[in-house]
């Protein structure tokens, strides 16, 4: 039973588009969602997170939505660049145990 | 350089024969986890240790060992391996202040169990 839902699995963007990942969970006990970008070849690095107490975060190009009596939250990557092109898994934490998403596979299109 | 180090990168064995993947942090981080990727399927976590000779099952943690005798090192134990195993395997470590600091990954072993 995936704990985390994310989708799309897949999404090409136009340079300068905005790439949009959605994640959704159940557990109300999860208190810390992060995003990673993985690189073929390379383990994830974190790209950014939230908690529950905040409806959004921004680093950059960067933003995670939050919705909590939604129990959603979204990756939006503004002006993307070819260079953002790799898989994002978002994920959830209670604590000591995390739960990833999927995956999502970006391209984005010179 | 901060960071984790797994060994080997690359494994292929057969069914049954004991094997060992290391995973050691410079980082002096108390909080380690191991992971295994599958396509379709992200990551799910298979054991994570909060400190020395502290460890805990996570999500899949059939068919895997783990110790955590040195705050650096947490190797990650297959007894007897089956084809199911066959993954890519993520070892990570995060510093103190629990799990909201940021969790860094190691480069990944790519297992194959014939």
């Known amino acids: 039973q995936q704990q985390v839902k994310q989708s799309p699995q897949s999404l090409i963007v136009q340079k300068g588009g905005i790439s949009i990942i959605n994640c959704a969970y159940e557990n109300t006990a999860f208190d810390y969602f992060p995003w990673y970008q993985q690189f073929p070849g390379k383990g994830p690095a974190l790209l950014i997170a939230i908690r529950p107490d905040v409806s959004e975060k921004k680093e950059g190009r960067f933003t995670i939505s939050f919705n909590k009596s939604a129990k959603q939250f979204s990756l939006h990557i503004m002006d993307s660049q070819p260079g953002d092109s790799a898989t994002y898994f978002c994920a959830a934490s209670t604590g000591n145990q995390f739960y990833f998403g999927t995956g999502t596979s970006l391209t984005v299109i010179p | 350089e901060a960071q984790v180090t797994q060994n080997p990168r690359y494994l292929i064995t057969v069914t049954g024969k004991k094997l060992t993947v290391t995973c050691s942090q410079n980082?002096?981080?108390?909080?380690m986890s191991w992971y295994r990727q599958d396509p379709g399927l992200g990551l799910r976590q298979i054991y994570y240790s909060m400190n020395v000779e502290v460890t805990d099952k996570g999500d899949v943690p059939e068919g895997y060992k783990v110790s955590r005798k040195e705050k650096r090192n947490f190797p990650l134990i297959l007894e007897s391996p089956s084809p199911n195993q066959t993954s890519l395997y993520f070892c990570?470590?995060?510093?103190?202040?629990?799990?909201?600091?940021?969790?860094?990954f190691g480069p990944g072993t790519r297992l194959t169990v014939l």
């Open positions: 980082m002096n981080h108390e909080y």
């Open positions: 990570a470590s995060t510093g103190t202040g629990g799990y909201h600091n940021e969790q860094f």
